[in-house]
């Protein structure tokens, strides 16, 4: 992979789409000056986060002229932005869409939708139900949106699959005051786990949070870039809006999964038969029959 | 209270003072308004809310009012002054005597000082009296009221349901009282201030810890072990708390819930208002 990756650590407004949609132009706009291949927007980027009853009434279908014209960006730069899915069948889904040369290329659905402490995603989104890889002009990318990140079995999926990056559009509530350094807790839980994750799946992890309150709930920015080594090498700052650069690039990844072939070593057949025994799988007998 | 109970709960003054300028600033400034109006009571929790609303609209934009009734301790009032003044905003002084005592005039039964019931009503009735001043004076300079409560306060009902307990936005209704103290001496709150035993000021001599019966660092330790921390009553205990002490508290905070939340509505239609009809307050900004 070889990619100019732009971050953009945007606040959007709370269900205003309209509005929303003109600062994505206008954010695209940036990244194709600086000459950014591939831009990334938070969850939600569309439609802010506490939607609440909004959820369906600012949903979006894939075919509608709002997300057609923003596909339409994508001959320019390819580009990742959150909203609000409206499925054929009248379900709504926390979606984040991959557009490139014009067209969708890839839409994750939010697997893990939290539903504890002030979360209420599980009362009004259907669940996504798969972490798949695509490959695009500038690499071989996975989508976890926000939550997802936090089940680690999600980000694993994406490194069998060969992920180059994993992509993580947040928004993330920041809470917990206590701390003695600078970052919120619930801010620092996010440094931790995309360092873990970029080191122990050996792949870019690209994080982008968005900034501003809703309803007195911050969200606190941070945005991040990790290197297949684990370690940050570009960051945003809190509580500003920012357009964040940065060059993904191939020799890093090569030479994180030579030092530790980790991709190699994986024995997702065995990961397999074990999930079989856990889960009381039907095709027990014949997994085990096949070693 | 036996001693070795935990301390109380900490607090990052640095990284509080940038979340809650900003929760001002952006709650304040996304509906169009960029000034505020405060009730200063002479106390630490006015003295740092002011102090954090200057930093988030400016001095010129924040008004700063006292409201003593006759009866009130003077140095309330000075002291009030003082923190305005440090703060450098407009500080302006109502006094709420004529009003209350229009009020009082018609209920006398509310002049026996000695009677706990009237001192209660009367506290309330000052307390409603200033809200009542307070969201005019708002209306007057098209600004917001900017709420003094704290959490620890809110948690124990210790305040007056529409009086000092209302407000467009508060900054620190999620700060226990000892990280208002914390924060408060960051923000340089005049000593004179946070040093002060704290005082509803509802009658002469009163002091907060003598009403309620137990310190804050007390209130605040077992609080933050409850509520935070989510103890259990077993381990509470093996923290050092007494059990009649956690059952005070937690019948205190369970008796007044009902003032932490909007009044029931009685549910008829299929959407009922914040039961499942639910929009966020900051919808559409």
Request: proline share 4%; hydrophobic share 40%; charged share 25%.
């Amino acid at each position: 992979m070889n990619c100019r990756l732009a971050i953009c650590q945007i606040n959007p407004k709370l269900g205003v789409v309209a509005d929303n949609l003109q600062d994505h132009h206008l954010w695209l706009d940036r990244c194709i000056e600086q000459k950014a291949d591939l831009a990334l927007f938070p969850e939600l980027s569309l439609t802010g986060y506490i939607l609440r009853d909004l959820t369906s009434e600012i949903a979006l279908t894939l075919d509608s002229t709002e997300i057609s014209e923003l596909v339409a960006r994508s001959t320019d730069i390819s580009f990742a932005f959150g909203f609000v899915e409206h499925s054929r069948d009248h379900r709504f889904y926390n979606s984040t869409v991959f557009a490139e040369d014009g067209v969708i290329k890839h839409v994750h659905r939010k697997v893990h939708l939290p539903d504890y402490g002030i979360f209420e995603e599980g009362r009004y989104f259907a669940p996504g139900n798969n972490f798949t890889t695509f490959e695009s002009k500038h690499g071989r990318f996975g989508i976890l949106i926000c939550e997802d990140a936090w089940h680690l079995s999600s980000g694993w999926l994406h490194f069998l699959q060969g992920a180059d990056a994993i992509l993580i559009p947040v928004a993330s509530p920041s809470r917990g005051i206590e701390n003695s350094d600078m970052h919120l807790a619930s801010q620092q839980s996010w440094h931790e786990l995309c360092a873990a994750q970029a080191k122990f799946l050996q792949t870019w992890v690209v994080r982008c949070n968005r900034i501003g309150y809703e309803d007195g709930v911050l969200f606190d920015g941070e945005s991040a870039i990790n290197s297949p080594m684990g370690g940050v090498v570009a960051s945003a700052h809190q509580s500003e809006e920012e357009l964040l650069i940065y060059q993904l690039n191939s020799d890093a990844l090569k030479r994180a999964r030579v030092e530790t072939p980790l991709l190699r070593d994986a024995q997702a057949n065995l990961v397999r038969r074990q999930l079989a025994i856990i889960s009381n799988d039907p095709d027990l007998d014949n997994l085990l029959n096949d070693e | 209270m036996s001693s070795g109970i935990p301390a109380p709960p900490t607090c990052n003054v640095e990284l509080a003072e940038r979340v809650l300028v900003g929760f001002l600033k952006s709650e304040t400034q996304r509906i169009g308004m960029g000034k505020a109006v405060l009730g200063m009571s002479g106390g630490i929790d006015s003295a740092l809310v002011l102090e954090l609303a200057v930093r988030a609209l400016g001095a010129d934009n924040v008004f700063a009012i006292a409201l003593p009734y006759r009866e009130s301790n003077p140095l309330s009032l000075e002291l009030a002054r003082q923190g305005a003044d440090k703060a450098n905003c407009q500080f302006s002084v109502i006094d709420i005597s004529p009003l209350a005592d229009a009020y009082f005039e018609q209920h006398p039964e509310l002049n026996e000082g000695d009677n706990s019931e009237a001192r209660l009503r009367r506290g309330n009735v000052f307390s409603r009296l200033r809200m009542t001043a307070l969201y005019d004076q708002s209306a007057a300079i098209n600004g917001l009221v900017f709420g003094t409560s704290n959490k620890t306060e809110l948690l124990l009902g210790y305040g007056t349901q529409y009086g000092d307990m209302a407000s467009a936005i508060n900054p620190i209704g999620d700060l226990y009282k000892a990280q208002v103290v914390a924060l408060s001496k960051h923000l340089e709150v005049p000593s004179a201030i946070v040093d002060r035993p704290p005082s509803a000021d509802l009658w002469h001599g009163q002091t907060d810890e003598e009403e309620l019966g137990f310190s804050y660092d007390a209130v605040d330790a077992l609080l933050h072990a409850l509520v935070e921390q989510r103890l259990s009553n077993d381990e509470l205990l093996a923290l050092g708390f007494e059990q009649d002490f956690i059952e005070l508290i937690r019948a205190r905070v369970q008796r007044s819930q009902y003032k932490r939340r909007p009044p029931l509505i009685a549910k008829v239609t299929g959407r009922t208002i914040n039961l499942d009809y639910r929009y966020a307050r900051d919808w559409g900004t």
